[in-house]
């Protein structure tokens, strides 16, 4: 399992997600998650507000990659896993409180197991492995 740096955990809160996933035919799915954020050093946590096809092939296969960029600082990375959707318990709990006065109650609360990180950043580390 890979583990969050400092600097990903910023960009994360600071950034706009997507997140990829694809279906039982291999047709890729690719979305913004506005509510993307971290759950600890090896997962992510997000609100599944729509419903659609990414609760669809996670439910199906279970396998997800989210991206994070700041374009001006020239900086991502993409997180690879396994997410799974929950609802009903504690993280469906936590999903409908952080949603609380400022988004629809959530359909689920989707949490990834970081398995991997890429860079994204231009040069010769670009879509290699981070080694941090």
């Known amino acids: 399992m ?3 740096n400092q600097a990903m955990k910023d960009m994360i809160l600071g950034e706009l997600s997507y997140i990829s996933t694809v279906d039982s035919e291999g ?3 690719v979305g913004p998650k506005i509510s993307m954020r971290v759950l600890d050093d090896e997962h992510l946590i ?3 507000m729509t419903g659609g096809q990414t609760q669809a092939n996670i439910n199906d296969n279970g396998k997800a990659i989210v991206a994070v960029a700041n374009a001006k600082a020239l900086k991502g ?3 690879g896993g ?3 959707l929950y609802t009903d318990g504690p993280y469906y709990d ?3 409180e952080w949603a609380e006065g400022k988004f629809p109650v959530p359909k689920g609360a989707g949490v990834i197991t970081i398995e991997k990180i890429w860079t994204l950043d231009p ?3 670009a879509g ?3 080694e941090g």
């Open 77 to 79: 990375f993409r997180f």
């Open 123 to 125: 040069g010769p580390k």
């Open 46 to 48: 997000y609100n599944e």
């Open 82 to 84: 396994t997410a799974k």
């Open 128 to 130: 290699k492995l981070f």
């Open 2 to 4: 890979a583990k969050l």
């Open 94 to 96: 936590q999903a409908k």
């Open 27 to 29: 047709n890729p799915d």
